[in-house]
């Protein structure tokens, strides 16, 4: 209930604040509505759980402990995401900005008077919608508008969802384990599951080549890609946040026979982000057997929203024909090791105790995520989708590990064993700790006074229907999407899912700097001094338009007639 009750909240409360925002918009009385419903759907939950009478075993004070002290731990990981006032995690910055402009969208009122239904309008491409990805902004947006800065509210939101994931995946593994221990190290885990980061420090250290760990190899010091979920995806993105831990809570509630209640959930996934509800909706009809036609009517609502909404599964190169995986004897067997690393272990010892079924369809689900995409433009896709199915894979791998632990009765080999899946644990993380390590303090300056005094022009001067046409070979543009206007064009891995063919955009902008200098309905022009972009202007170009504001870094121009 602890970790259920704010994905759930924030979900159901945001669906209904989304509808409502045609009236409201994002203002303070908004935000005050939404916690009441909060509240009643709180009182909701705690009615239901005493009606089906639910039984919670007793927990140990020590793992009461250890369940309340590890919580700062998620705010200061919470911080990674803006290190520095004005800077970004680099390998958070193509998401970062469309959910940014999304939560400034959504404060300025941009998307007032339109219900999501019919889409949210993309503030970073002109006149085009997002079917998904705007339930995080948008409570974040009703944050702001109660006087929290964007930052924070990233922070803040990330936090609690954090926290959530942890204890949601502390009841999911002990469903399967019966074990307290075992369970809190799951937790950890979730996040964190790689390969061997020592054997590809040996391997750099012998000066021979790596390729025994994605996350290794990807987050080292001397790259400049990162490949792990954890910060490509998680710190990255408050939607896999909240898919992830409603797909949790839509297993636990199959594991208890909440068939309908568990079903509500992989559909509000689909609408959070359709590709997550896929699989969540896969994993939620397979986790179990009995009932399972109750389940297959939400995974069949799934795929026709899918087919409404326009995605369709492509097949593409399995994923370990595509890296180094490829010239192993094996590629599938090496690829699975360089992802779960020692939880492998943990898969295989699963079979002794006779998890034949909770195997076999962790097998069948990512096997199926490696051949099956949904969006080209997606940065990360693998680490998206698996980050629903992780959770289970590391649920069972810890029904494998307490195989030797449940077998002796000696107080000293069970003590050691179990300090031995403490070692595995940490052995198991390490590549994603040290990745983590390396690209902290990876960080671009993202606005400083310049982008502030942007900001305050556009707020000052400009309407919230206004679009603006910036230079597109800069990654972000910070005074504008901070100030709510929507932008003409920009980068495509910003964005994840669109509803309108964008294939004119680009060439419209080419003609623009050559010899048309009108471009769809567009009404200022933003660039920096001295860039490229200002450079390859033809010599005429400041013929046809006016400088309305500049400063030391930024020029506005609007067109003279």
Known sequence: MIGGAFPLGFSVCAIIGLTINIIFGCTFVHYIMHNVFFGILAAALCKVNRKKKIKLNKTKNITKFILVAIIPLFYYVSTYIFPDKGHINKYCEDEMFLEVSL??????????????????????????????????????????????????????????????????????????????????????????????????????????????????????????????????????????????????????????????????????????????????????????????????????????????????????????????????????????ISIFGVFNIGMLLSLVVHNYYEFTICCFLILINCYFNFQNLARYNFATTVSVIYPLVISISYVGFLYLPKKFKNIQMK????????????????????????????????????????EEWFLANSSRTDHILVDPTINWFSGVSRAGRSIYYTKLSSLTFLSTKLDNRFSEIEEFLKTKYHVGDVKYIVYKGGSAWEKSLSNDFHKYFKLEWQNDAYNILSYLN
């Open 103 to 336: 939560i400034a969208s959504f404060s300025k009122g941009e998307n007032k008077w339109r219900g999501f239904i019919r889409g949210v309008r993309n503030p970073l491409i002109s006149n085009t919608l997002l079917w998904s990805e705007f339930i995080p902004p948008f409570y974040c947006g009703l944050l702001k508008s109660a006087g929290m800065a964007i930052t924070k509210t990233v922070t803040f939101t990330t936090f609690l969802f954090l926290v959530s994931l942890f204890y949601l995946q502390y009841s999911l593994t002990y469903r399967f384990t019966k074990s307290e221990f075992a369970a809190i190290l799951a937790t950890p885990a979730v996040l964190f599951a790689g390969g061997f980061h020592f054997y590809d420090a040996i391997a750099q250290w012998q000066n021979q080549s790596k390729g025994f760990d994605f996350i290794s190899s990807f987050g080292g010091p001397d790259n400049i890609t990162w490949g792990h979920p954890f910060m490509g995806a998680f710190l990255a993105s408050r939607v896999n946040l909240l898919s992830s831990t409603l797909a949790i809570l839509a297993y636990i509630f199959a594991l208890l026979n909440f068939e309908t209640f568990g079903g509500i959930l992989v559909v509000i996934i689909q609408i959070v982000r359709p590709q997550n509800g896929f699989f969540a909706a896969l994993t939620f009809v397979l986790i179990k057997i009995e009932k399972i036609q109750e389940r297959v009517v939400f995974f069949a609502l799934n795929a026709l929203l899918l087919f409404i909404q326009g995605l369709r599964p492509k097949i593409i190169t399995p994923l370990w024909n595509t890296g180094y995986t490829k010239f192993s004897i094996f590629p599938p067997f090496a690829f699975f």
């Open 415 to 454: 003590g050691f064993l179990y300090g031995l899946l403490l070692v595995i644990t940490i052995v198991g993380s390490s590549s994603a700790l040290f990745g983590i390590y390396f690209n902290y303090q990876r960080s671009n300056l993202i606005y400083e006074d310049d982008e502030t005094e942007l």
